[in-house]
């Protein structure tokens, strides 16, 4: 081989080396727009832009003119989207303050078959009479992220019916106590119990638009269902805001676990705004809002395999 030969040589192997580069660089590219092509659409900021408005009206306590009016706000909102039906399911409730009207709003999305997956959050907001408290984390960021979730959801082929649910009358009106909280949910979970009409499998989300997002397992929640989630999340690159780490939490969820369905929480409970006049729009993010909302839509093709593969009992 000549002098020239080897320069020709060495010429393709440089060449070949810049172009394997170039090759190995699009590889990486592809990929990860691959990954991000495969998310599922989610719009935290549409989500965000719900919380404004919610927040916007102020204190949404639960049988208040403020608490009438997120209701009508939500049912106003569902009311645009094509493929849904909504149902408004008021009742009393007697708490230390006496006979309080609430109402539970319920978004039907109906599927090829009848069983129901139910993913629900509470709209209303704790009573302060020492200072505002608009909850935009606490009650607001589930309240956002369900209203988006309702149109991504209605705007794709679905074979489980699925309820979204807005509870009311989450929070206790004076010290959290079994008989003073989880209004909405406790009347919901007895009355579908009652019916033998109860949801297959049941996700709450609570509080998870904090900015600087950290979701913990939570104790009492049925470990396959958390475990499908925490998978979906791995799957977005998502891992990091889904800690391993348990703890436990009472919370709407637990009134459907009493009466057997495998439900799970989902909340950042590391909020240090949490029942302040802080918890503020300026303490979320559209960031956070989307990385939940685009793990729910990942997970609940899971949720429904695993619920018809395994009948999704414990
Ligand atoms: C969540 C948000 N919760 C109330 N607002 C439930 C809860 C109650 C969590 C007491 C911890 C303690
Ligand atoms: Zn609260």
Known sequence: MTGDGRRGFARIVVTGGAAGLVIAVAMVLAASIAVAAERPQFDGT???????????????????????????????????IAGVQVQVKAFDADTPHGRVSMANVIAVLPGRRPDVV????????????????????DGGSSTGLLLELARRLAARPRDYTYWLVWFDGEEARGAWTARDSLYGSRRLATDLARDKRLPRAMILVDMIGDRDLAIRREAHSATWLT??????????????????????????????????????????????????????????????????????LEALPSVEHYLSREGGRP
């Open 227 to 296: 475990e499908i989630i925490w998978d979906a999340a791995a799957r977005l690159g998502h891992g990091r805001h889904f800690l391993r780490d348990t703890i436990p939490v009472e919370d709407d969820h637990v009134p459907f676990l009493r009466v057997g369905v495998p439900s799970t929480l989902l909340i950042d409970f590391d909020f240090p705004p949490w029942h302040t006049a802080a918890d503020t729009l300026d303490k979320i993010s559209a960031y956070s809002l989307t990385v939940v909302g685009q793990t729910l």
């Open 46 to 80: 549409a989500a965000l832009k719900h919380v404004e408005r919610l927040v916007a009206i102020g204190p949404r306590v639960a049988g208040t003119p403020g608490g009438a009016r997120a209701r009508e706000y939500i049912v106003g909102e569902l009311k645009r």
């Open 118 to 137: 139910m993913v629900a959050g509470h709209y209303d907001t704790k009573l302060f009479t020492q200072f505002q408290f608009v909850g935009a984390n």
